[in-house]
């Protein structure tokens, strides 16, 4: 699987920005796309998941509310919304992809395919 993120650039806090992550070959019925972002001088954190098959999605409490990830089948990619953009989500944003998570979507060991990352800068 190849996982190629888009869409990050400059935006004023208070704006928004949308995220892509084109994935192509390998993604099932079972398979869990997520993001992950990694702040200046932070560990790699989660931000979403969903679910290949039935949508279900995932957040983090840092960004529920204000994120939304979506996916287009026909596409095969995921969209990540993000609206009411703070300086705190300042961070290179990661797309990665697993299969037969059950639970622990949080984990970053769980995910075998990630994308090169795409650098959000909100600024104050």
């Known amino acids: 699987v190849q996982l190629q993120a888009s869409g990050g650039g400059l935006v004023q806090a208070g704006g928004s920005l949308r995220l892509s992550c084109a994935a192509s070959g390998g993604i099932y019925s079972n398979s869990v796309i997520a993001w992950f972002r990694r702040a200046p001088g932070k560990e790699r954190e989660f931000v979403a998941a969903i679910r290949w098959s039935g949508g279900s999605t995932y957040y983090a409490d840092s960004v529920k509310g204000r994120f939304t990830i979506s996916r287009d089948n026909a596409k095969n990619t995921v969209y990540l919304q993000m609206n009411s953009l703070k300086p705190e989500d300042t961070a290179v944003y990661y797309c990665?992809?697993?299969?037969?998570?059950?639970?622990?979507?949080?984990?970053?060991?769980?995910?075998?395919?990630w994308g090169q990352g795409t650098l959000v800068t909100v600024s104050s």
């Open positions: 990665a992809a697993g299969r037969n998570i059950v639970s622990s979507l949080r984990t970053t060991q769980l995910y075998d395919y």
